[in-house]
């Protein structure tokens, strides 16, 4: 399985030596990159033992996903994040290309860190979404991406269309990190938010549609918890249909289990390997039912697969009757459309 590989990537690092693994197991790196290659890491050495003697350094915000690990000390450090090329990162990482790995390639010192039971079993201020409206989350971002501006971002005049079919059905959160001043102790990636881009003015269109920074802002204060990541995470795992933007938020969304995700991806190495057969296929216990569109018309037609969705052995479906949208925007093919 060679064709579709990136060119120049590093999979598994040759000089891999669990014998000379240091005792500060420190990450450096984006958020994506960070769940899909550090995280399911330390995980395994964690239930190896491998831990015990060793500190995880992350950065801010980040305790959640780490502090059930049997580890000798974490440590969340200051300052932004910033992009590490693959061979850059530490010869330690048994993969150091998120970009460029499958379950023929997944290494046994990889293990699924399993977000839905453990972030679902912590007590949110109030349960949001109910069984006659479940939550459907929509993930978005309005980013400098490699210099171009915003690019792998759901505009406006979409939302709009989505709001308005599915908010009768649905509880929709809406998610956009940047909408307003950094909480929680978050540290976002090195990309940073562009101005101009009036989701504000859209929710108060439609109110039914829930805020993420309103709904965290409400936990805190009837809580006082101010882990962003912590409440992001307790809504993710109450939630199995996803529609997300390239990206980091795509990956966090693709550990949960059982899911219905339909990821808007107009550019990036995502399409040589990872929605298919990388990591977005394998890195859940139940890995989601995938759909990649590539513009705004294939993120229209979409929206026909959460409506009349449904839960079956905590898995969702769509109804009968897509099978020719899920065949027209399957991972498989997005390297030729």
């Not at 940073?192 to 269109?205: K, Q």
Request: charged share 25%; aromatic share 10%.
């Amino acid at each position: 399985m060679t064709g579709d590989r990136v060119e120049g990537s590093v999979g598994r690092g040759p000089r891999f030596d669990l014998d000379h693994l240091p005792d500060t197991l420190e990450y450096v790196g984006e958020f994506g990159s960070e769940l899909i290659l550090f995280l399911p890491f330390v995980t395994w050495l964690a239930r190896a033992g491998l831990l015990k003697d060793r500190r995880i350094v992350t950065y801010g915000g980040m305790r959640c996903f780490y502090e059930h690990l049997d580890c000798a000390g974490l440590i969340e450090k200051p300052g932004r994040r910033t992009y590490v090329p693959p061979h850059e990162r530490p010869d330690w990482l048994p993969v150091r290309n998120e970009h460029d790995f499958d379950t023929r390639q997944a290494s046994p010192r990889h293990m699924r860190p399993d977000l839905r039971p453990r972030f679902r079993a912590m007590n949110l201020h109030r349960e949001i979404g109910s069984p006659a409206r479940p939550l459907l989350i929509i993930h978005n971002k309005h980013n400098n991406e490699w210099g171009k501006g915003p690019v792998n971002h759901i505009p406006i005049d979409t939302l709009e269309t989505i709001f308005r079919v599915l908010k009768s059905d649905f509880t929709i959160v809406y998610i956009r990190h940047g909408m307003g001043p950094a909480e929680g102790g978050f540290v976002e990636d090195h990309l940073g938010t562009v101005p101009g881009f009036d989701d504000h003015a859209l929710l108060r269109r439609h109110p039914e549609v829930l805020g993420f920074d309103d709904l965290f802002a409400e936990h805190r204060a009837a809580t006082g918890d101010d882990d962003l990541n912590r409440f992001k995470a307790m809504l993710l795992a109450r939630c199995h249909r996803f529609i997300s933007s390239q990206g980091g938020g795509a990956y966090q969304m693709s550990l949960f289990d059982g899911a219905l995700f339909v990821v808007l991806h107009r550019e990036g190495q995502e399409e040589h390997w990872e929605y298919f057969p990388g990591h977005f296929a394998f890195m859940a216990r139940v890995p989601a039912l995938l759909a990649v569109c590539r513009n705004d018309d294939d993120l229209i037609r979409a929206i026909p697969l959460f409506s009349g969705s449904f839960m079956a052995d905590d898995r969702c479906l769509p109804a009968p009757g897509v099978a020719p949208i899920l065949a027209a925007l399957s991972p498989a093919t997005i390297r030729q459309r």
